[in-house]
């Protein structure tokens, strides 16, 4: 058979299915005269005309819209793209179908100027007529959603242009009339398109992972299943991955890692009545531990946009911390479908308690609003509504001034002119002093106050500030204005951080060995590389992480061999046999006040991972972030499962240990003397064991005159302690000095 006949066919099914005496011969008709109105009409694609109007007509089935809506999508490209007219379309079809596909076609025909004129306006209009009636938006998104998701055939600057539009106009409306389905649709298909490398990057990383992710989903959703079963209550649980764009934007704003990602999963639990929502809330609060200050009621306050559901954030025994939405049937319904969910209700169920207009406050509020402003007010006030991650401000002369939420007036100097920021000495806000750190809210009045002979921006700015614009405007500055000084700033941070990691500035400046730094991290000079740290263009522990990555491939970092030392003393107190002469390595492992040693590292800084929290006692292995520091594990957690670490990473990887016993334990070294024996160092070993100390780093080295000298690193609660170690030590056979050589 025909496909497209069949694609209309499909389509009669999906609408007859929830309307009741569906008049077919009038669909079929509006399907025949679409199809011969774009008779020879081709899309980029290549494939006839008609397909579009059919697919857009199937979206707005799915949405459950009336058959009006149906026959209007089928025609919505009519006037703009064929000889038909609103006339003809009433004649066949009545009075509201036409004025429907005019409304979609009046949206289709905006032009303008600028971009910016453009989307404004663009905004405006698809306001107007969603208030006049919110059909014309729905077929229109519909529309939108299908040439998204054909935008293959497109050219580039097409595809950029049509997926910025969405982004910034379509999803937001979308989630505005809680269409969550379509607005997380539209949302990825114009990342996709948007940040080619950023979406593909994700969806790379979540496809490699897919076998994780569903095991724990499937895990997660069978034990809800079973408790709910358990207590009775009858349920449907679903488990997914957050859609991507919402995932990017979370790396993106807050600057993380597909693994730093607090909550990547999401459940959902649909129940019958609201009664239920809260049991279950308790059953999971009693299952997995909540997460504090996550849990959120949206049945008792639903969002603006009529969305209702109970959220909670737990964390269950694989540490892995995931979001559970609670929702009756009819919620889920309004929260997938939004607006259009209203018909769904007036038109198949019995119930009409529910999709009454109150439901549609906003809508209303919004038809009032647009009677007493005038055009440019009213979308400058919808837009502050529904972009709720920008703040609207204003300057003294009234111009509005658009930046990112949680914006402060630094941003907001900048964002006029760097001269503004450069010599600001004071803002105001609605006409009172504050404090650079101020927070700005929506319709704020933000005056800056500046000055010839100001010092120009601190370097606390670079933190306070929000937007990319401010903090780049800052860092020119510095890297510009402030040269030396940048250089000697950076270069007290980079050697701090250097001696945290255990190197010293003469061993990486060493002429055969600084070439090679000098090329890993990317600098001409040493000086170069201080005044970028100065100015913010990098940070001492990148800097320190990839010298450390070279001095290790270099060989100048004896770091695996000392740890692998000091691992078998420690652990098992037996001092391998002839050992060669070997340095102690000065502060290859320290306690850092973490409470995790790093073997072979110096006392970095070490942060838990948050994908597993690890807690003293459990397994846990560490990985060398480039951004700073090391990441803690637990060796069960997933992200550090060993099939899923990358080969070019492996060396990353480092053994990583509790401090054991009760803290704190200082650090001592000791150097003993003694006749070479054979057993000596056994016997060292075993008098160190029975004193239980933990010894971190032990060496020795044979001297031409029959003498021994034993270099170890210890770790003490007290000189007591100390004391009685020296005493069992002196007690071995031979040995006839021990000296404490602290600081050697
Ligand atoms: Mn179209």
Redo the contacts with the bound molecule.
């Keep these: 058979m025909d496909p497209i006949l069949e694609q209309y066919q499909a389509l009669e099914r999906k609408v007859s299915a929830y309307t009741p005496n569906l008049d077919t011969k009038r669909l079929f008709e509006a399907f025949t005269y679409a199809d011969s109105e774009h008779h020879g009409q081709l899309r980029k694609s290549g494939e006839p005309y008609i397909i579009?109007?059919l697919a857009?007509a199937d979206i707005v089935a799915d949405l459950g819209l009336d058959v009006d809506s149906v026959i209007a999508a089928l025609l919505?490209?009519c006037i703009?793209d064929t000889d038909a007219t609103h006339q003809d379309i009433a004649k066949r079809f009545g009075e509201p179908v036409a004025d429907l596909v005019e409304g979609?076609t009046k949206l289709?025909r905006v032009q303008y100027v600028t971009k910016e004129e453009e989307q404004m306006e663009n905004l405006r209009k698809m306001l107007m007529a969603m208030a006049h009636d919110i059909r014309v938006i729905l077929i229109k998104i519909s529309?939108?959603l299908?040439?998204m998701r054909t935008m293959e055939y497109q050219s580039p600057m097409k595809q950029r242009e049509k997926s910025l539009e969405t982004m910034e106009i379509y999803a937001p409306i979308a989630h505005r009339l809680g269409m969550q389905k379509l607005k997380w649709e539209l949302e990825d298909l114009s990342l996709h398109y948007l940040d080619p490398v950023g979406y593909k990057e994700i969806e790379e990383e979540l496809a490699a992972r897919s076998s994780t992710h569903e095991e724990f989903l499937a895990a997660i959703q069978t034990r809800i299943q079973k408790r709910m079963d358990d207590e009775g209550i009858r349920c449907k649980v679903y488990g997914r991955v957050k859609h991507t764009y919402s995932i990017y934007r979370k790396m993106y704003t807050q600057n993380k890692t597909l693994d730093e990602i607090f909550d990547l999963y999401a459940f959902r639990v649909i129940v019958d009545d609201i009664p239920e929502c809260y049991n279950v809330l308790g059953c999971i609060h009693d299952m997995f531990k909540p997460v504090l200050g996550r849990f959120k009621d949206y049945i008792g306050t639903p969002k603006p946009n009529m969305y209702q559901s109970l959220h909670t954030t737990v964390i269950g025994r694989e540490g892995i911390p995931f979001e559970v939405q609670i929702r009756t049937w009819q919620m889920h319904q309004t929260a997938e479908y939004g607006v259009a969910a209203h018909w769904k209700y007036k038109q198949g169920m019995a119930n009409k308690e529910l999709g009454t207009e109150a439901d549609f406050e906003w809508v209303r509020k919004l038809l009032e609003s647009q009677q007493d402003t005038d055009a440019e007010e009213f979308v400058r006030t919808l837009k502050v509504d529904m972009f709720a991650d920008e703040v609207f401000v204003f300057t003294p002369n009234g111009d509005v001034i658009n930046l990112p939420a949680g914006a402060t007036p630094i941003d907001f100097a900048y964002s006029i002119h760097s001269a503004v920021g450069n010599h600001m000495v004071g803002a105001k806000v609605n006409g009172r002093m504050v404090q650079y750190d101020t927070p700005l809210h929506n319709g704020q009045i933000v005056e800056v106050i500046t000055s010839k002979n100001a010092k120009g921006p601190s370097r606390d700015w670079l933190k306070i500030a929000k937007s990319n614009e401010a903090r780049n405007k800052i860092r020119q500055w510095f890297k510009k204005e402030k040269r030396e000084e940048n250089i000697a700033t950076g270069r007290a941070q980079f050697e701090s951080e250097l001696r945290h990691a255990g190197m010293k500035l003469e061993a990486i400046t060493a002429e055969e060995v600084l070439p090679h730094i000098l090329h890993k991290v990317r600098f001409g000079t040493l000086d170069e590389m201080y005044a970028s740290i100065g100015y913010g263009g990098t940070t001492s522990a990148k800097c320190v992480t990839r010298i450390r990555d070279e001095m290790l491939r270099l060989g100048r970092l004896q770091a695996e061999k000392a740890a692998q030392a000091a691992k078998t003393t420690s652990e098992s107190t037996i001092f391998p046999g002839n050992a060669a002469p070997q340095p102690i390595l000065k502060g290859s492992n320290k306690h850092s006040d973490s409470g995790i040693i790093v073997e072979g590292l110096g006392n970095c800084a070490v942060k838990f991972a948050k994908c597993c929290s690890p807690v003293p006692g459990d397994a846990v292995v560490g990985f060398i972030t480039r951004g700073y520091g090391v990441s803690v594990h637990r060796a069960d957690c997933p992200n550090a499962a060993p099939e899923r670490r990358k080969p070019e990473e492996a060396d990353r990887w480092v053994k990583v240990s509790w401090v054991e016993g009760s803290l704190p334990c200082y650090k001592t070294s000791l150097e003993l003397s003694a006749k070479d024996r054979d057993g000596l160092t056994l016997d060292i070993a075993t008098a160190l064991s029975a004193a239980k100390v933990k010894v971190t780093a032990l060496a020795a080295r044979s001297m031409p005159d029959g003498y021994a000298v034993i270099n170890m690193v210890l770790e003490v609660k007290d000189k007591t302690e100390l004391n009685t170690v020296i005493n069992k030590l002196n007690n071995i056979q031979g040995v006839y000095q021990v000296l404490r050589t602290n600081g050697k």
């Design positions: 579009h109007p857009v919505h490209d703009e979609v289709t529309d939108r299908h040439n």
